[in-house]
């Protein structure tokens, strides 16, 4: 079973700037696909941005230009760099990651709070 530990939420002002990082508690061999979802109360939770094994990505179309996913092999490390954040981008922010052994099976983290506010 891969554990994920999300870090990195917090508070912050519209127009500010977060980094999520999402860290697995053992080395992930075989990676599928990486992942950051986000979910608000009483709705479905949704994509943000994907990195797949090819190293192709794709964003929402709401997030576009404003955030950045990455990873570092070295330190097996993702990250979701947030930019020119706003109220709507209020979340819980969830890691993803899907192996090639099984991509049908999704491991999550716990999840960090996002919150845009003045």
């Known amino acids: 079973q891969v554990q994920l530990v999300e870090s990195g939420g917090g508070l912050v002002q519209p127009g500010g700037s977060l980094r999520l990082s999402c860290e697995p508690s053992r080395r992930i061999f075989s990676i599928y696909a990486l992942g950051w979802y986000r979910q608000v109360p009483e709705k479905e939770r949704e994509l943000v941005a994907m990195?797949?094994?090819?190293?192709?990505?794709n964003y929402a179309d709401s997030v576009k230009g404003r955030f950045t996913i990455s990873r570092d092999d070295a330190k097996n490390t993702v990250y979701l760099q947030m930019n020119s954040l706003k109220p709507e981008d209020t979340a819980v922010y969830y890691c993803n990651a899907r192996l090639v052994t099984d991509p049908r099976i999704d491991y999550w983290g716990r999840g960090t709070q996002v919150t845009v506010s003045s």
């Open positions: 990195l797949n094994s090819g190293s192709q990505i």
